[in-house]
């Protein structure tokens, strides 16, 4: 049998303390209150009965399961992030909002865009391009049944390619993703390494001249470094294969993902991967050019001068523990921040060096579907980049969490 003990204070103030046997059972159960006349807190613990659990209980204590109200209040990262989903959801509704006007208050006919000058001179023709693009309909009608359809996964079909704007969006934004995604990733390393060596050796000569490239990548126009770069490695010098994302004659890797180097890598088919990998190289280095422009060494100068960073020298700790625990980390949450902004930027504005390199990605096609007034596909593009950009500032928000301890969700 367990044992039973009561706890009080004698008048001295000191505790006193006894014990006794009784009840069976594996849990314990605690009360509080009061001895009788005498006013001395009591705490007891007996033996539960055969029937109870494992573990112990207090009487007055929390419920074994949370309500979810509950439980969110105890996990203030889950309560923000469906805060931040719900705002998500209204954001991408005004995103279609706004989209769907601004398509529309473009000026141009879309019949005369597609039709072309001898169709657009036939009513019939052009009436029954507009009954089956629903044009003729008034705009909240428009609206609504495009919201319809949306909810079902129908972005609407395109009248240039004729296909579901899903289709050609299945097939451009891996491209831009490919694209952007290793522009920010090559940007984040040589950004941060620019970073350490120019704040650590501070305006001395390789911090002029880090200066001198980042000022550079900002101020030189990316379709212009990109005529360049083409003419250069790839006219002059033929250092770097020509247009598109693979040689000519090779066919596409399986679609698994849409990323030619992935799909190429999970497939074993190696030549495919080299030359997805050749041909992903120069576009992805000029956007790299102006993305690491704005990656400059303030964030990790500005780290250098706080005052645990000098604390944790004075310790005697090793410039390398400095340097990649306290420094490096630091500074990473404005480096995310302008990542993030950066990554979006570089999905939206692909649109003059996918040209000049024919890379069939979404700035491309976003490009022929505005000169065409293909109004499906223009809003079809405006809500993917709109997606894109609060998807970032939501992982953005989130890593803040992660990475600095100081920044907390409340």
């Known amino acids: 049998m367990s044992p039973r003990w009561a706890r009080s204070r004698g008048t001295g103030g000191e505790e006193v303390g006894a014990e006794d046997a009784g009840g069976t059972g594996a849990g314990d159960r605690f009360h509080t209150g009061r001895s009788a006349g005498r006013g ?8 539960g009965g055969a029937g109870s659990g494992g573990g112990d209980r207090l009487r007055a204590g929390r419920p074994a399961t949370l309500r979810p109200r509950r439980l969110l209040a105890r996990h ?36 005369a865009a597609n039709l072309g000058q001898r169709a657009i001179g036939d009513p019939a023709i052009v009436a029954q391009f507009r009954h089956h693009y629903g044009l003729d309909k008034p705009l909240p009608v428009q609206y609504v049944t495009y919201l319809g359809n949306l909810l079902h996964g129908d972005l609407g079909e395109s009248q240039q390619s004729h296909q579901p704007v899903l289709t050609d969006l299945s097939t451009a934004v891996p491209a831009t993703l490919e694209l952007a995604g290793a522009a920010i990733v090559v940007s984040l390393i040589v950004g941060v390494a620019f970073g350490v060596v120019a704040a650590l050796r501070r305006d001395r000569l390789t911090d002029q001249l880090l200066r001198v490239v980042s000022l550079l990548g900002v101020s030189v126009p990316t379709f212009w470094l990109a005529l360049l770069a083409f003419y250069v490695f ?12 693979l040689d000519p004659g090779m066919t596409a890797p399986p679609h698994v993902t849409g990323l030619y180097t992935v799909d190429a890598a999970l497939a074993g088919q190696w030549p495919v991967f080299w030359s997805a990998v050749g041909h992903l190289a120069l576009p992805a280095l000029v956007l790299t050019a102006y993305t690491v422009g704005l990656l400059t060494r ?14 944790a020298r004075a310790k005697g700790l090793p410039a390398r523990t400095v340097l990649f625990q306290y420094v490096l980390r630091a500074a990473l949450v404005p480096v995310i921040t302008v990542a993030g902004l950066a990554f979006g930027a570089l999905l939206s504005g692909t649109v003059l060096v996918e040209s000049i390199f024919a890379w069939p990605g979404l700035g491309a096609y976003a490009y022929r579907s505005a000169t065409t007034l293909d109004l499906p596909a223009v809003m079809g593009v405006g809500l993917v980049v709109g997606l894109v950009y609060l998807t970032v500032n939501l992982a953005v928000d989130v890593l803040y969490g992660v990475i600095d301890p100081r920044v907390r969700v409340q």
């Open 40 to 47: 001395f807190r009591v705490a007891r613990r007996d033996a």
């Open 76 to 111: 203030p990262l889950a309560r923000f992030l469906l805060r931040r989903t719900a705002t998500a959801v209204l954001l991408a509704l005004g995103v279609t909002l706004v989209t769907f006007i601004l398509t529309n208050l473009v000026p141009g006919d879309p019949a």
């Open 234 to 245: 790839f006219y002059r010098l033929g250092w770097a294969p020509g247009s598109g994302r």
């Open 298 to 311: 303030s964030a990790v100068l500005e780290v250098l001068n706080q005052d645990y960073v000098r604390a």
